[in-house]
């Protein structure tokens, strides 16, 4: 649960009075970002935005929670990060959960994979897997906006944080 990497505010470089125009593209000289966490249109010469931000922390999201790396070997020929989780969800929750966050679980009590509906730790898992593929979607239109990703991780810690507590201390 510890990020390595971040780039995030690749976008805070874009000169706001947009004279310079050439200095908001990206050049052939150099990627911006890191491979991996980069969204596809900045490899096609796209300009930088505040919907590639979003998608590098899309797929730090997606990375946190399934402890792989974007990069990782299994990711070859069309198979992605994304795709990955994707492809899984919600019936495949557990194994695409880093291990270590599946022990936890089952410390706290063994997941209910057969019931998932009753899971509130599986259905947290699932809004947070949700979000990274909202944020890390292809296409930059088709991104959520951070402000609603905000709101929604705020919702998931809520009802993480009324769960966990006794009852008489809920109402």
Not at 30 to 56: F, Q
Request: glycine share 8%; aromatic share 8%; with cysteine.
């Amino acid at each position: 649960m510890v990020s390595h990497i971040s780039d995030f505010g690749l976008a805070k470089i874009l000169s706001t009075d947009r004279l310079n125009y050439s200095a908001n593209k990206s050049s052939s000289l150099g990627l911006r970002g890191t491979i991996g966490y980069a969204p596809p249109e900045y490899g096609m010469g796209s300009e930088l935005s505040t919907k590639g931000d979003v998608y590098s922390y899309g797929i730090l999201l997606l990375e946190m929670f399934t402890g792989k790396r974007p990069i990782d070997e299994r990711f070859r020929e069309g198979l992605s990060l994304h795709n990955f989780v994707k492809a899984a969800l919600p019936e495949r929750i557990i194994e695409i959960t880093d291990p270590n966050l599946v022990q936890e679980r089952v410390r706290r009590g063994t997941p209910n994979v057969n019931n998932f509906g009753n899971d509130w730790y599986l259905q947290c898992l699932n809004s947070l897997f949700e979000i990274g593929l909202a944020c890390s979607a292809e296409s930059p239109n088709e991104r959520i906006d951070m402000s609603d990703v905000a709101t929604k991780l705020c919702s998931i810690k809520d009802k993480l944080h009324s769960t966990r507590l006794p009852r008489e201390v809920r109402t």
